[in-house]
């Protein structure tokens, strides 16, 4: 079985460029989360979408960053202007249910 | 609010050397513990987790952990651990039922040949 897929996996930009991460669940998942992962905080949840509605995006930085699950088989991250205090290791999780999130292997973003 | 501590950011051991990562959490309602894994340049791994019954949770890789509810801790042990079980690992809480999972900042266990 395919995991979670993301795409790129690594990503090098410059500040003020627009950058789109890429995330396929695991069929028949209905949840999806995204996540970032930094030395100084750690992993923190970005945004949290159930059938494709996002149901929490506290998590969300500012308005810079923008989400979207399109359908249930694919969602994108958006940064736009990006920030160097952005680089950091992007992951997409999914579930069916609460007791286990699926992770991908993350896409580690830099931006210069 | 949820929290979880993971005291030591580094254990290193011995290869065939038992080890034991301490997480401890703190809710003030019922929880589920997780404990996943990180191998360099990859996502997490989900080792083993905590929802209800038995207090004593066997995972993957020979790894076990136990509930604590009067300690508020899900300690992680190995009885012998391999060079190949150097990796990140994280302790993760959530509320019974619910999505939102808090993650702790992680232990970076060394084994040594």
């Known amino acids: 079985d395919a995991g979670v897929i993301q795409s790129p996996r690594h990503e090098v930009t410059e500040m003020g460029q627009e950058v789109t991460l890429r995330c396929k669940p695991i069929s028949g998942h209905n949840s999806l989360f995204w996540y970032r992962q930094t030395m100084m905080r750690g992993l923190e949840l970005l945004i949290y979408f159930n059938n494709n509605v996002p149901i929490d995006d506290s998590g969300m930085p500012e308005d810079r960053f923008s989400a979207k699950m399109p359908n249930a088989s694919f969602s994108t991250l958006k940064i736009q202007p990006s920030e160097p205090r952005d680089s950091a290791v992007y992951f997409c999780a999914s579930s069916t249910s609460t007791d286990t999130q699926y992770f991908g292997p993350g896409t580690r973003l830099t931006v210069l | 609010a949820q929290s979880v501590t993971q005291l030591d950011s580094q254990v290193p051991v011995f290869e065939e050397a038992p080890v034991e990562l301490r997480c401890n959490y703190s809710s003030s309602v019922s929880v589920y513990l997780f404990w996943y894994v990180q191998y360099p340049n990859q996502g997490l791994q989900l080792l083993l987790k905590y929802l209800s019954g038995s207090t004593l949770v066997k995972g993957i890789n020979g790894f076990e952990a136990e509930f604590n509810k009067s300690q508020t801790s899900f300690h992680l042990r190995k009885p012998s651990v391999h060079i190949s079980d150097t990796a990140e690992y994280f302790c993760?809480?959530?509320?019974?039922?619910?999505?939102?999972?808090?993650f702790g900042t992680g232990t970076r266990l060394k084994v040594l040949a």
């Open positions: 993760a809480v959530s509320e019974s039922g619910t999505y939102k999972y808090i």
